[in-house]
């Protein structure tokens, strides 16, 4: 499958290198080229593949240099929240990508974006909860 | 009124100012603690430190019952988020979000913000005006049908001067209203008027047409 992922952060690069290493075809997007360094050392994954761009993921011309119109699954996993869920509805609703996956840190935030058609995960629920069970309440 | 203003830097701060002037009740939410100071020492206590993007600060200033909201922070992401959560949340009729790409425009508006600010088309408009050879210039947006409405100059040497307009090719969603001759007779256009060098034709076009329209007017492609 055709991935873009706009955030080239901790999250972004591994999933980037776990995508590439599984042979999709993947694109990953970010403001900062320095970010890259993450997508090269690697001890437990070959070596990465894929295209890595120096873009804003809310611009719609960076998006589509990265090849937005043919992508199939797009993760948007920069630091902000509302980068994210921007990146992802243009993603959606310009460009029609059948697939569009947020990061949303804030919990409340990540509802009502589900409820608006973006598939949102929120980190801070999921590690919550993980940090509870391992206390064992 | 009861209006909202996300962001308490210059834009909101003298927006505030003159709502305030005029009678409305203002609210600003602002994430920075200086700026905040700075607003209530000078306007009354408007400011409330937040982020303008969290819902419980949406809450606590009670967006349910604001008339509208005003997202002029300087970054367009949170300015859209602003304006969503005020709309899908707390069912405030109207949102308008200032916005620095005009490439946004298009996308704001189809995800539910009514209106839309850019100041640079705002500037970009009034160099189209100063520049008398820029043959198009946009006077007005209709909000719902999503028409707007233009001013082409027929520049000296057009290839259509003293042409008829039954045989130009203007794009069928367009429509003549006004031509302002240079003798400062404004007419209707019918299929028989003549294109005359300095002609100011007032039309009512799309985004879509408004090339072609351009074309057709002026004989430059």
Do not use: W
Request: proline share 3%.
């Amino acid at each position: 499958m055709k991935v873009l992922i706009v955030g080239c952060g901790r999250v972004g690069a591994l999933l980037a290198r776990k995508l590439d290493a599984e042979g999709h075809e993947v694109t990953i997007l970010d403001n900062d080229a320095y970010s890259f360094r993450r997508l090269k050392f690697s001890p437990d994954l070959p070596e990465f593949r894929g295209t890595a761009l120096r873009g804003n993921g809310i611009d719609e011309e960076a998006l589509v240099r990265a090849g937005i119109k043919t992508t199939d699954v797009f993760f948007a996993l920069t630091q902000g929240d509302n980068r994210n869920i921007m990146a992802c509805q243009i993603a959606k609703h310009t460009f029609n990508v059948p697939r569009t996956i947020c990061r949303i840190y804030d919990p409340l935030r990540q509802e009502l974006y589900n409820t608006l058609g973006i598939e949102a995960i929120s980190p801070t629920t999921i590690i919550t909860d993980i940090l509870k069970e391992m206390m064992g309440s | 009124m009861y209006i909202i203003i996300i962001g308490g830097g210059r834009v909101g701060y003298y927006l505030t100012k003159t709502l305030l002037d005029e009678g409305h009740e203002v609210l600003i939410v602002e994430k920075n603690a200086n700026y905040c100071e700075t607003i209530n020492n000078e306007l009354g206590t408007v400011c409330i430190q937040g982020d303008g993007c969290e819902t419980a600060t949406l809450a606590e200033v009670g967006t349910e019952r604001a008339d509208m909201l005003v997202a002029v922070t300087g970054e367009d992401q949170d300015n859209l988020v602003a304006c969503q959560l005020a709309k899908h949340k707390f069912n405030v009729q109207r949102t308008i979000a200032r916005i620095r790409n005009p490439q946004n425009e298009v996308l704001f508006k189809k995800l539910g913000v009514d209106v839309t600010v850019s100041s640079t088309n705002v500037i970009l408009e009034y160099i189209e005006e100063d520049v008398p050879t820029h043959p198009l210039t946009h006077l007005l947006a209709i909000e719902d049908s999503g028409e707007e409405v233009v001013e082409i100059r027929i520049p000296p040497g057009a290839k259509t001067i003293g042409k008829l307009l039954r045989h130009l090719d203007i794009p069928e969603g367009s429509k003549l209203a006004l031509v302002i001759s240079t003798s400062k007779r404004t007419h209707i256009p019918t299929k028989n008027t003549v294109i005359k060098e300095g002609d100011r034709i007032i039309a009512i076009t799309t985004q879509k047409e408004e090339k072609a329209l351009r074309a057709a007017l002026t004989g430059d492609q």
